[in-house]
């Protein structure tokens, strides 16, 4: 199954900045089934994009999913006090279906 | 509104057995595959095990592979996690999480539960 690598493993923005995460895998994720998820301390996890682009049911549209292949990237226009949590790649093509460990968004 | 409440965790010693319950609630459950994913304190998410709808086929991770076993009830709307043989690297928060698919491969999920912490130690 394919190794997922994040990066940065932090990233200290305003709000108001702009965010890109990285998202890369050891090989080619078939039918780039690609999925971000956000944590925020305390809760669990939240479906952001699948298929490497889709937004998920309810995602305001500030965020964007591109990529295919094995290079990914989450990309939030403008950050609201929200959006400051951890981001986790995952692919789902083959099992086991692997997360990246993950990018930490701070408050600058 | 999906509802996923796990229930289950707690202390085990090494080499002991827990099961994790999850009941389901605000889609139809027969439907969907499910799965189970796990986070060590501090540490990121690690998928575990996921069944289709129907039971028709299951997932493992290599690191339970052997040791757990995941199981469903359709009629109670309800998935399973038996672990047999815990480690103190089994020790974790579980999640219970909806697959998108009927099929739990490919393994996206949509809707997770809060978790339900399981503690291993003597």
């Known amino acids: 199954e394919p190794v997922l690598t994040q990066s940065p493993a932090t990233l200290s923005l305003s709000p108001g900045a702009r965010a890109t995460l990285s998202c890369r895998a050891s090989?080619?994720?078939?039918?780039?089934?690609l999925a971000w998820y956000q944590q925020k301390p305390g809760q669990a996890p939240r479906l952001l994009i699948y298929?490497?682009?889709s937004r998920a049911s309810g995602i305001p549209d500030r965020f964007t999913g591109r990529g295919s292949g094995t290079d990914f990237t989450l990309t939030i226009t403008r950050l609201e006090p929200e959006d400051f949590a951890v981001y986790y790649c995952?692919?789902?093509?083959?099992?086991?279906?692997?997360f990246g460990p993950g990018t930490k968004v701070e408050i600058k | 509104e999906v509802q996923l409440v796990e229930s289950g965790g707690g202390l085990a010693q090494p080499g002991r057995s827990l099961r994790l319950s999850c009941a389901a609630s605000?889609?139809?459950?027969?439907?969907?595959?499910m799965h189970w994913v796990r986070q060590a304190p501090g540490k990121g998410l690690e998928w575990v095990s996921g069944?289709?709808?129907?039971?028709?086929?299951?997932g493992y991770a290599d690191s339970v592979r052997g040791r757990f076993t995941i199981s469903r009830d359709d009629a109670k709307n309800s998935v399973y996690l038996q672990m047999n043989s815990l480690r103190a690297e089994d020790m974790a928060r579980y999640y219970c999480?909806?697959?998108?698919?009927?099929?739990?491969?490919?393994?996206?999920?949509?809707?997770w539960g809060q978790g339900t912490l399981v503690t291993v130690s003597s």
């Open positions: 069944i289709s709808r129907r039971s028709l086929s299951v």
């Open positions: 995952q692919q789902y093509s083959s099992s086991p279906f692997t």
């Open positions: 298929g490497a682009s």
């Open positions: 605000g889609f139809n459950f027969d439907d969907f595959a």
């Open positions: 090989h080619s994720i078939s039918s780039n089934y």
């Open positions: 999480a909806k697959g998108f698919y009927g099929d739990y491969a490919p393994g996206l999920v949509d809707f």
